[in-house]
Every structure is written in structure tokens, then in C-alpha cells.
């Protein structure tokens, strides 16, 4: 199976090739990502704790689900896509900003994302992937906030960069 590849881009969000997504880790190149945040009628965010096997970020707990999209395909339908395979569910998404963030890990591999953020509405607990997600749990904007401060550790680098600096997007 050939690895996936992930969409290379310029700093106004302008594609300008394809990479295998291990590379673009390996060499820190700008790529675009999405982050998906699922709210519920109670204004809880659903958060993910990512699987144990995860090349980066192993149990670490973060947005409802994250990815890359694939080259052809619109934000909106990537966030779609990874919602279904990683939590069991599709809901309606709105894009709602985006940024551009770098984020060194410990196994030498660097995040370097245009990350397209997008919002939406479910009511049920998903159905997880086991392969993609250890857990999951619902909190409200306020607690999520409290407990970065006081654990930072148990967090993603890139959720964690959300919420410091794009917190009115994903609050309401």
C-alpha cells in the first residue's frame, strides 16, 4: 500500500506539490491539516484520546478528530471522512478559520500545519476506532481550558495552540 501523501502549501494556503505524510513530518515542510471540533446541545466538546499506536502524540487528548486531506478534496469532506473512520459518526461541519502552526516532537518528527479548523453538532457518543482512538470524553469549553492549565502534558501540541490563541472561534 503506497503511504499517503499529504498536500503541500504556501503561507496563503496554495497548493504546490505532494509529499508522503512521513516525509513532510521528517523534513517540517508546511502542509494542511484540519481539526474537528463536535459539540453537543449541552456546549460540551467531544475529545478523543489518541490510540496508543499513534507514531506521535500516543494517548495524549485532543479535538474530536484531526488529519490531512487528500489532494482533490475539500476541507468540509476531509473532516467528514476522518469524523466516519476515526468516531463512527458524520455530522454537518462549518469551517470557521485557519492557521498555520509548528510543533517539534519527541521522536524527532515536526508538525508543520495549515490547519483549517472546523466546527459541528452531534448528540450521541461516537463509535471509536480502536486503530485510531483509545478513548473519548465530553467536557465544556471551560473545563477543557482549566485542565490544560493544569496539565498541559495530557494534551496535544496543536490543541493546546487552539486553545491559546483561536479559543473565540471554538467557544459560543
Not at 524527532?108 to 472546523?118: A, N
Request: with cysteine.
Amino acid at each position: 500500500m503506497q503511504e499517503e501523501q499529504v498536500i503541500l502549501v504556501n503561507e496563503k494556503d496554495e497548493k504546490i506539490g505532494l509529499m508522503p505524510k512521513m516525509e513532510a513530518h521528517e523534513k517540517a515542510v508546511l502542509h494542511r491539516a484540519f481539526s474537528v471540533f463536535v459539540f453537543n446541545d449541552k456546549n460540551e466538546l467531544l475529545l478523543q484520546q489518541r490510540s496508543a499506536s499513534k507514531y506521535h502524540s500516543p494517548l495524549l487528548w485532543t479535538n474530536t478528530c484531526c488529519s490531512h486531506q487528500r489532494d482533490g478534496e475539500g476541507n468540509i469532506a476531509a473532516g467528514k471522512r476522518r469524523l466516519k473512520e476515526e468516531m463512527g459518526f458524520v455530522c454537518e461541519l462549518k469551517e470557521v478559520t485557519w492557521f498555520i502552526y509548528k510543533a517539534l516532537f519527541d521522536n524527532g518528527l515536526t508538525e508543520h500545519e495549515l490547519d483549517h479548523i472546523l466546527i459541528g453538532y452531534y448528540n450521541e457518543n461516537p463509535i471509536l476506532n480502536r486503530e485510531e482512538v483509545e478513548n473519548f470524553k465530553w467536557m465544556t469549553i471551560d473545563e477543557v481550558k482549566n485542565d490544560i492549565q493544569k496539565h498541559p502534558e495530557i494534551y496535544t501540541e496543536w490543541f493546546k495552540i487552539i486553545f491559546d490563541k483561536y479559543y473565540s472561534f471554538i467557544s459560543h
